[in-house]
């Protein structure tokens, strides 16, 4: 890098260059000095007094290379920008560009997370020990860590390449987890019992709709958003294209990716709970769910869980899971019957079975004595062996 890795070299036969940090930042400057043994040895002396004025706080970057392209970057107007200042404007730009329920979650992470605790922090001065240290002080789950670290990253990558704050990013090719915690196992679904005594303390479209999320595994933002014009009742299918989230304060909007915007099998569960919603809301051609105190549709999930979902869980002695454990529920319901995980992961908006795999996999059939005879009988004609005999 240098003069014997001093951070000093030769860089042509008139000028010399110095490399030093400054605000987390590899700064390198140069002088129109001729590369003699003792011009090296003044850079390198001059660059040790730089390193002093940095270490004591009375660097002044434009003062000392006032040609440099780079002084601009520490100007008082760009280096004392907070994280808070920073990720505030952050915010109100992505407002344009992201569903109402990326934005929510991303506010919350930042006004709740980051900012009372780095809000302070130069945006310059931002290091990874810095945020990993905060991390490692948190009484959360991984994937909470890693939501936190996603919304950072994606706003620093911002203060790189967009508004060039920072030439890098600190959390960039880094994630931190914590190797000895015990995993969050969210997927708790209800059991058939369960399941009957929670639609057992239901009646009318509140009933329907907790019926239909058992047997069709939505979730509760799709099932809000999902009209009469979405249902096919020749080929038996739903077909989701939009959801409705809290965020969204009443708004439809389209499935994020597209293997969200999908036929679902209706199942006969499934289009019982549909014929019996008929009697209320086929009529207004609109939304198929309504709120029953209101007769309008759900404005999300959170008015679902507090004025339906918690009474009809605690009147039927259940233990209290929150609604998503449904699509949880018919999952395992489909996997454990022996259903393909593909075809399960098409029905639940997964692009692949790999996550169907890694979430669901206690509940995927593992010994099937009759495994390959299928196949035997398909590509050899072999059928006397294609299934297992009884024992005699």
């Given at each position: 890098m240098g003069r014997d890795g001093r951070g000093v070299?030769?860089?042509?036969?008139?000028?010399?260059?110095?490399?030093?940090?400054?605000?987390g930042v590899r700064c390198r400057e140069r002088f129109p000095l001729k590369p003699s043994a003792t011009n090296l040895r003044r850079a390198e002396r001059y660059k040790h007094a730089i390193e002093h004025d940095i270490a004591t706080g009375v660097f002044d970057?434009?003062?000392t290379f006032p040609n440099s392209p780079r002084a601009a970057k520490f100007t008082p107007e760009s280096s004392q920008e907070t994280l808070a200042g920073f990720l505030t404007k952050w915010l109100s730009s992505k407002k344009q560009h992201v569903s109402s329920s990326t934005f929510e979650g991303y506010r919350k992470i930042v006004e709740l997370r980051i900012v009372p605790a780095l809000g302070p922090t130069l945006l310059v001065?931002?290091?990874?020990?810095?945020?990993?240290?905060?991390?490692?002080?948190?009484?959360?789950?991984?994937?909470t860590l890693s939501n936190i670290q996603s919304c950072l990253r994606s706003a620093l990558n911002d203060a790189v390449d967009d508004d060039e704050l920072i030439d890098t990013n600190p959390l960039a090719g880094w994630t931190f987890s914590r190797k000895d915690q015990v995993k969050e196992d969210d997927v708790d679904p209800f059991s058939p019992e369960e399941q009957r005594a929670i639609l057992a303390a239901l009646d009318g479209q509140a009933k329907n709709l907790v019926q239909f999320a058992f047997w069709t595994g939505m979730r509760t933002s799709e099932m809000v958003g999902l009209n009469w014009e979405d249902i096919d009742w020749v080929r038996g299918e739903a077909y989701v294209t939009r959801a409705?989230?809290?965020?969204?304060?009443?708004?439809?909007?389209?499935?994020?990716?597209?293997?969200?915007?999908?036929?679902?099998?209706l199942l006969a569960p499934a289009m019982e709970a549909l014929v019996a919603?008929?009697?209320?809301?086929?009529?207004?051609?609109?939304?198929?769910?309504?709120?029953?105190?209101?007769?309008?549709?759900w404005k999300g999930d959170q008015p679902i869980r507090k004025t339906m979902w918690a009474h009809a869980v605690?009147?039927?002695?259940?233990?209290y899971r929150r609604p998503y454990q449904t699509r949880h529920t018919y999952a395992s319901m489909m996997l454990?019957?022996?259903e393909h995980?593909?075809?399960?992961?098409?029905?639940?908006?997964?692009?692949?079975?790999?996550?169907?795999?890694?979430?669901?996999?206690?509940?995927?059939?593992?010994?099937?004595?009759?495994?390959?005879?299928?196949?035997?009988?398909?590509?050899?004609?072999?059928?006397?062996?294609?299934?297992?005999?009884?024992?005699?």
């Open positions: 070299r030769a860089v042509s036969d008139s000028s010399i260059e110095i490399t030093f940090m400054y605000r970057y434009s003062a001065d931002l290091k990874r020990k810095a945020v990993r240290d905060w991390l490692n002080t948190l009484e959360v789950s991984n994937k409705m989230t809290q965020a969204a304060k009443g708004k439809a909007e389209v499935t994020k990716s597209r293997s969200g915007k999908r036929p679902i099998k919603q008929k009697a209320y809301t086929f009529l207004a051609d609109n939304e198929v769910f309504q709120n029953p105190r209101t007769q309008e549709r605690k009147n039927a002695g259940v233990r454990s019957a022996g995980p593909m075809w399960v992961a098409q029905q639940m908006g997964h692009s692949d079975w790999t996550m169907i795999a890694r979430v669901y996999g206690r509940w995927m059939p593992v010994e099937d004595n009759s495994a390959g005879n299928k196949a035997l009988a398909f590509w050899t004609g072999d059928t006397a062996n294609a299934y297992p005999r009884a024992a005699g």
